[in-house]
């Protein structure tokens, strides 16, 4: 079992930047990857960035350049700094973690960003 727990979101106007966090307690050793995902009213859940347990990362197309996913030193946390937002990337953002030689996906419960003027 793992829990995570975001933080660092919040209202922030066009081309600012913030910072959101992600803690993983619980059996930290098995997670294999994380991730940030964000889901925009009336839209599915997307993944925004990912982070594998060597360090390797990916980003979708629309926050490449923009947004940077790492790992803190305890590798339990997970940070997502994002910068030059745009409106367009108000959404509840989720911490996600796969775990196990299963890959079981577990979820934070969710930090709002809101790009605004």
């Known amino acids: 079992q793992v829990q995570l727990a975001e933080s660092g979101g919040g209202l922030v106007q066009p081309e600012g930047s913030l910072r959101l966090s992600c803690a993983a307690s619980g059996s930290i050793f098995s997670i294999n990857a994380m991730g940030w995902y964000r889901q925009a009213a009336g839209k599915e859940r997307e993944l925004v960035a990912l982070?594998?347990?060597?360090?390797?990362?990916g980003y979708s197309d629309s926050v490449k350049g923009r947004f940077a996913i790492s790992r803190g030193n305890a590798q339990n946390t997970v940070y997502l700094q994002m910068n030059n937002l745009k409106p367009e990337d108000t959404a509840v953002y989720y911490c996600?973690?796969?775990?196990?030689?299963?890959?079981?996906?577990?979820w934070g419960q969710g930090t709002q960003v809101t790009v605004s003027s």
């Open positions: 982070i594998g347990r060597s360090g390797t990362t």
């Open positions: 996600n973690a796969l775990v196990g030689s299963t890959m079981v996906s577990y």
